[in-house]
């Protein structure tokens, strides 16, 4: 949707600008006239290829049932985009993923906003009840060291934690054979292979080395999280993916 677009465009420029009222404005303005009620957060354009593509697999189109997905351009950006969306800002629903090394910047971000464990806020109630946790070697953390574990408290705010992030997520859903079929489809099978050939990639695991051949190039990290989104039995979805799209089910 072309408006839901300028949507993400004037959310970015907010954020770029730091809450800039006029910005902030045309942000509201466009969140109104489209009917968002819910802002579904990630770290770059990647995540929101595969999680629009599940979506649809399942009959469902994020933006028009006005919980848009938005790229942060790194997840140091959350504090920006929870303060303009949240209630201190549009007063919206807020959800996303987040990879596991980085829920520090996510949990920070949500406590600058107002929606810290403290606050009395919570955006758990989206679309859905409580949510299973995840466990703790998702962190990190040993489970003795906290009170309650940062996924937990992350998840319970409709934030839910990729192990390591979300193309580490499809590749073990799909298996390494199936990822290797989709890199063939698309005639990049002898560009993998030399790759692989590569002396930094020898002590590495199929599965890291498709991994980091999907961010060689500009471009190939979001095209292959689609192609993969698409090759994926619904079955196997990745957890994650599956409970965030629960959570903004309407």
């Known amino acids: 949707m072309e408006d839901m677009g300028r949507f993400r465009t004037a ?68 504090g920006r985009h929870l303060r303009i969306l949240g209630p201190q800002g549009l007063g919206l629903g807020v959800a996303g993923l987040y990879d596991a ?19 009395g806020t919570d955006t758990g109630d989206i679309g859905g009840g409580a949510a299973d946790p995840r466990t703790t070697a998702a962190t990190g953390a040993p489970a003795d060291s906290l009170a309650e574990p940062p996924h937990a408290v992350l998840e319970r705010r409709g934030f839910h934690v990729c192990v390591a992030d979300l193309e580490d997520e499809l590749i073990r859903a799909l298996g ?12 990049e099978w002898r560009a993998f292979r030399t790759f692989r050939q590569q002396p930094a ?27 993969l989104a698409h090759r994926l039995d619904l079955a196997r979805t990745p957890e994650p993916l599956a409970r965030l799209l629960a959570r903004t089910a309407g």
């Open 11 to 78: 959310v970015a420029r907010a954020a770029r600008r730091q809450a800039d009222p006029a910005a902030v404005a045309e942000c509201r303005d466009r969140a109104e006239r489209l009917g968002v009620r819910t802002v579904v957060l990630v770290e770059g354009r990647s995540d929101q290829a595969a999680l629009e593509a599940l979506a649809a697999r399942h009959g469902r189109d994020l933006d028009a049932e006005g919980s848009p997905v938005v790229p942060m351009g790194g997840v140091t950006n959350a």
């Open 101 to 119: 090394a980085e829920h520090h910047h996510v949990l920070r971000g949500l406590e600058q906003a107002g929606l810290g464990p403290d606050s």
């Open 176 to 187: 390494a054979d199936a990822v290797q079929e989709v890199i063939e489809a698309e005639d």
């Open 201 to 227: 990639q020898q002590e590495r695991t199929v599965e890291q080395q498709l991994h980091r051949f999907m961010g060689t190039h500009s471009g190939r990290k979001s095209r292959y999280a689609h192609l």
